[in-house]
């Protein structure tokens, strides 16, 4: 069910009401999410954040729900799955569920290789390969070991070369219980760091910087940095985006240093990705923008 009445500067009828989509550790939302909160309540949209898992929500009675902040969703993968495609039936769900399924799993970064962009390399890993014989394969010193279906850097292990013999019972206990990748260790993510450029409606919006994925407490969004993206992680971002099979309400873009200043893809983020709108003033009001585009096309 679609609400009528759009109403000057991008607002909408009374009608119109949206659940922001989080998880129960964050069941008021992200501090950077209410500012999307505030500008959707200042625009006239009865706006209201719901705990994704929680079964008392009554999806149906939104007339949309944007994912935000659900960041335990890898922790129960198929509930969470089968939850995205039932809220998708029942209302328009953004981004939608075919977007959410694909992106879930990190193996689409073989999928976007395949299409030409700068994907840092990436390795599945082999029946009967161990650790160190993937890494003398693809000349790789230190490698990251991550779970394909993760968050939050969980599952994700830093292993150096001197190391790669004693952490081969791990490493195969782990491929036995959920899907890898293994990846390069790349300098440039400690410095100069990730760049994040995020685009709504495939437009660019607005960048950040941050530092090394590691583990750390769900609440915890300290070390953004406002960024001026250079011409050449821009155009790497632009194609990103033209490379995906639809072109996604929000996406942020990760980047690395694959040296030289060469930009390296390491993640695109098309489902509860933190955007840092407080790095622009005017990143909610175009995140909002971008909504009130998809509502009016039906």
């Given amino acids: 069910m679609l609400a009528a009445g759009l109403r000057g500067e991008g607002g909408f009828g009374t009608a119109t009401t949206v659940g922001l989509a989080t998880w129960s550790g964050l069941p008021d939302l992200h501090p950077d999410d209410r500012l999307l909160l505030d500008e959707l309540r200042r625009r006239g949209v009865r706006a ?5 898992s929680d079964p008392s929500v009554e999806w149906d009675r939104f007339d949309g729900v944007i994912l935000r902040s659900t960041w335990d969703y890898h922790r129960e993968y198929e509930r969470f799955l089968d939850w995205v495609e039932r ?11 075919a977007t959410v399924r694909w992106n879930s799993h990190k193996s689409y970064l073989l999928d976007l290789a395949k299409r ?47 190391e790669k ?60 940095l406002p960024l001026r993206p250079s011409e050449r992680e821009r155009a790497v971002a632009v194609r990103t985006i033209a490379a995906l099979d639809d072109t996604p309400l929000y996406a942020r873009v990760d980047l690395v240093d694959g040296g030289g200043g060469t930009p390296w893809l390491m993640e695109v983020e098309l489902i509860e990705p933190l955007l840092d709108l407080a790095a622009d003033p005017k990143a909610p009001g175009r995140f909002v923008d971008a909504w009130s585009e998809r509502q009016r096309v039906g």
């Fill in 48 to 52: 209201e954040p719901a705990v994704w």
């Fill in 165 to 224: 013999a004693r952490f081969e019972s791990r490493y195969q206990e782990m491929s036995a219980r959920v899907d890898l990748l293994v990846q390069p260790f790349v300098p440039g993510v400690l410095d100069p760091g990730e760049r994040s450029l995020v685009f709504f409606n495939g437009r660019f919006s607005h960048a950040f910087r941050k530092g090394p994925a590691l583990p750390r407490d769900l609440r915890d969004a300290a070390g953004l």
């Fill in 87 to 97: 809220v998708g039936r029942w209302t328009r769900l953004w981004n939608p569920a």
């Fill in 116 to 162: 030409g962009l700068p994907v840092i390399p990436t390795e599945l890993p082999r029946p009967g390969e161990t650790l160190a014989e993937t890494s003398r394969r693809r000349g790789w010193g230190p490698v990251v070991v991550k779970a394909a279906v993760s968050a939050n850097a969980e599952n994700c292990v830093l292993v150096a070369p001197d």
